[in-house]
């Protein structure tokens, strides 16, 4: 083989091997990676919530310029990178560079350090990190840029870390975005999960992060199914059940009652699984407590289980208040499952998943409201032909069958 046709595949591999490194490392987007390597940073990534992005490039031992983006939608907001010196990636403790935009179009850019009193609602001012403690986080060159191809708001900087407490194959770094701030006090930001998740560790020289709290969010991904599957699908299906399969079962009316309560049984026990679940949940939050969302699902859960009483609680048909005790039990079956679905939605507005959640569930209520039309029109055409029938017998109208002689044996 000719030296000239070792070259040619010499460099055709180096350039293959060469796309293929920059393909995995540009894991952000082609906009973002264009305007990053223009201003000449190596490196690429999107962020795993906020739909932020963030690029940097090393350059010393312990020295890194990094340059974070995102779309506001706001006239008015801030932005936010920040290293946090401890064993797991998260927001109290975290030495954070945060740019403001005014409505008015002025910026601010400043150094803030954030404490636990920050999450509770304390005011954050611009802070020195050495007034902390010796040997702190350095940020220079610091500034704000928005970027009209992107429409995004950037901050860029360059950052010297403490070798004592910083490593950047294992860095601790956290973002986040507020859409509101007085002078330059940022106020607080959204209590989204995707807000409280906004943190990872990541290796610089590879690009490789690990998202803290990656269980945690499996669990949220488990109680939110549970909920839709037990709360959201079978115990309104049992409510179809009973209220519209008096007609098509009528043949089967015992049989009919046990589709009924073998749907609210296993609706009951998976719903309280998921709702056991999001307790838990719960009080892993220290700082965030999603109020309307709790209040909603413990009323599902004393009701339901109320409903579920009936098993055993309700009256006999030939009780005087039965008809009574039907009304008020129909009643409170519908109110749960109005709020049922508005929880789930809550919830799902909480969660911020991809859009196949909404897109699912919305689904289901469209299936059911599909039966629903479907028997409703049937029942009431069943139940006008009885009425019919019914009428024409007591009138003597009816069409009586000639009884034919059966031959004596």
């Given at each position: 083989?000719?030296?000239?046709?070792?070259?040619v595949i010499f460099m055709t591999l180096s350039s293959s091997f060469t796309v293929s490194v920059i393909a995995h490392l540009t894991l952000c987007s082609e906009p973002f990676f264009l305007v990053s390597l223009k201003k000449n940073f190596t490196n690429c990534k999107k962020l795993v919530t906020l739909e932020a992005e963030f690029a940097w490039k090393i350059t010393g031992a312990h020295q890194v310029e990094i340059f974070f983006g995102k779309r506001l939608y706001a006239d008015m907001g801030w932005l936010a990178w920040g290293v946090n010196p401890g064993k797991m990636p998260q927001m109290v403790g975290t030495r954070a560079i945060i740019g403001i935009k005014y409505s008015n179009g002025s910026t601010f850019i400043g150094t803030y350090y954030i404490t636990r009193d920050t999450k509770m609602g304390c005011k954050l001012q611009p802070k020195?990190?050495?007034?902390?403690a010796q040997n702190e986080v350095e940020f220079h060159n610091m500034s704000m840029e928005y970027i009209t191809e992107l429409d995004y708001i950037t901050i860029r900087a360059r950052v010297i870390l403490p070798p004592a407490a910083y490593n950047i194959t294992m860095l601790n770094h956290v973002w986040q975005i507020g859409y509101g701030a007085e002078g330059t006090e940022p106020k607080q930001h959204p209590t989204f999960l995707q807000n409280v998740d906004s943190t990872e560790t990541i290796d610089l020289r590879t690009g490789r992060s690990r998202q803290a709290g990656k269980r945690i969010y499996y669990m949220r991904?488990?109680?939110?199914i549970l909920s839709i599957v037990g709360w959201g699908t079978f115990l309104p299906f049992g409510v179809i059940i009973a209220r519209y399969f008096k007609y098509?079962?009528?043949?089967?009316?015992?049989?009919?009652f046990r589709i009924h309560v073998s749907c609210q049984i296993a609706g009951y026990i998976i719903g309280t699984l998921g709702w056991i679940l999001g307790l838990y949940l719960g009080n892993l939050s220290k700082f965030y407590v999603f109020e309307t969302h709790r209040l909603y699902s413990i009323f599902i859960f004393a009701f339901t289980t109320l409903q579920m009483l009936a098993l055993r609680l309700r009256p006999r048909k030939e009780d005087d208040y039965r008809k009574y005790w039907n009304m008020y039990h129909h009643f409170l079956g519908y109110a749960l499952l109005a709020v049922i679905s508005i929880n789930i939605f809550n919830g799902i507005g909480i969660l911020k998943?991809?859009?196949?959640?909404?897109k699912a569930y919305m689904g289901i209520l469209l299936a059911f409201a599909a039966i629903v039309t479907v028997l409703e029109i049937y029942t009431w055409a069943k139940f006008k032909s009885n009425a019919k029938t019914a009428t024409s017998i007591q009138d003597g109208t009816a069409a009586?069958?000639?009884?034919?002689?059966?031959?004596?044996?």
């Open positions: 083989m000719s030296s000239l046709s070792m070259f020195n990190f050495n007034e902390i991904s488990v109680h939110g098509p079962l009528e043949t089967f009316r015992y049989c009919r998943p991809d859009m196949t959640w909404r009586i069958p000639l009884a034919i002689p059966q031959p004596r044996p």
